[in-house]
């Protein structure tokens, strides 16, 4: 039996809860102040796996046990590429992991001693990483479809934190959207990209994962367009098939530890969808109204007819559920919700109109009645 489609929405949700953001020296808070570092990159949760141990010593209560999850991270190799660096990963919630920062498993007194695993995977010739980090908080994790099943002109969502243009004021996670057109060979493309794709891509968003219409990852963006080897495709952009990804793991040291095996299909993380709503503003680091007011200025752009939707947004409310965000206003399905919301707006703004012409009337007949009353 065959997986039914997701809405963008539903999408949108699942790759808000598994995409984290991952940063040189990365602190708490630094992203919503717009302080990390510029070329921290994206990635995705890949893997989880929890035991119940002995709670560390300065826990408040005595003798406990707790849940100790070890998650790991696929990335691309060039986002994490100085091995001599800490990189902070920033999950869904908002907490940052690193070597040295683990916010959900250390007071003050008594830090929890964990070494990172970090699993490289250039010398076989892949722009690949893992990265691991530890929490007693269960997050979700991004199930893998088969790209062997992908076909020209299927929509592929890429997720990830891109960098701000110069008028905005910090760093959002974004779901950008484009349609497949081509598969590779290995070595046909540099580090083996696999997959190539229209989209606008953005600096920031290497590392990304890139899901199908089932909400299942499919491959890691890393190579925008235009670099190099004769602009390979023109104007695509490309990604590693997941696919490559299982077969480094099974023949890799990784590989061989247990409650480590990977396959394919895999079912979707429930976590994801319910972690994903939750965390709806730190997920993408933008609050109800930021979100309001990007969604519009993605879909019209330059567009003259935008400061009429903007104040009509503001002034009756109009798009206060529409929970956008994609990039890519050329895609139908994403264009032609934001008209049947705009179009919802609209109705509101004449009905507006109908019941002050009623209210109008009503006075106006009162009016007539009082001058005839007077007569």
Not at 92 to 101: N, S, T, W
Request: with cysteine; hydrophobic share 35%; net charge negative.
């Amino acid at each position: 039996m065959s997986k039914s489609d997701l809405s963008f929405q539903e999408i949108q949700t699942i790759a808000r809860g598994t995409t984290v953001l991952i940063g040189a020296n990365l602190e708490p808070n630094q992203v919503e102040q717009a302080q990390e570092d510029l070329s921290a990159g994206s990635g995705v949760i890949v893997h989880r796996n929890c035991n119940t141990n002995p709670a560390m010593s300065g826990m408040p209560i005595p003798n406990a046990t707790m849940t100790i999850c070890e998650y790991y991270v696929l990335t691309n190799a060039h986002v994490i590429a100085d091995p001599e660096t800490d990189y902070g990963i920033r999950t869904a919630d908002g907490r940052v992991y690193g070597e040295e920062i683990q916010p959900t498993m250390s007071d003050q007194n008594s830090p929890y001693q964990y070494h990172r695993q970090i699993y490289r995977y250039e010398k076989q010739g892949y722009d690949l990483a893992l990265l691991s980090f530890v929490s007693d908080i269960q997050y979700p994790v991004a199930a893998f479809g088969n790209p062997n099943q992908l076909q020209p002109k299927d929509i592929v969502y890429v997720s990830g934190w891109a960098v701000p243009p110069k008028d905005k004021p910090k760093r959002i996670r974004q779901t950008i959207t484009g349609e497949i057109r081509q598969k590779y060979a290995l070595g046909e493309i540099p580090m083996n990209y696999t997959l190539g794709y229209t989209l606008g891509t953005k600096v920031g968003i290497s590392g990304g994962p890139v899901f199908n219409n089932q909400g299942e990852l499919i491959g890691i963006h890393g190579k925008g367009a235009g670099e190099n080897l004769e602009d390979i495709g023109k104007d695509l952009t490309y990604a590693i098939d997941i696919q490559k990804f299982i077969n480094l793991v099974a023949s890799s040291d990784i590989g061989k530890q247990d409650n480590f095996s990977l396959h394919l299909p895999q079912p979707l993380d429930p976590l994801a969808m319910t972690f994903g709503r939750k965390y709806l503003e730190s997920g993408d680091n933008m609050t109800a109204e930021e979100r309001k007011k990007f969604v519009i200025a993605d879909m019209l752009r330059d567009d003259p007819r935008r400061d009429s939707v903007e104040y009509l947004a503001e002034t009756l409310g109009c798009l206060e559920y529409y929970e956008g965000g994609a990039i890519g206003a050329g895609l139908s399905s994403v264009r032609s919700q934001f008209t049947v919301d705009l179009n919802t707006c609209m109705n509101a703004f004449e009905q507006l109109i109908q019941e002050n012409v009623a209210v109008q009337r009503e006075k106006l007949d009162s009016l007539k009645q009082q001058i005839e009353n007077l007569e």
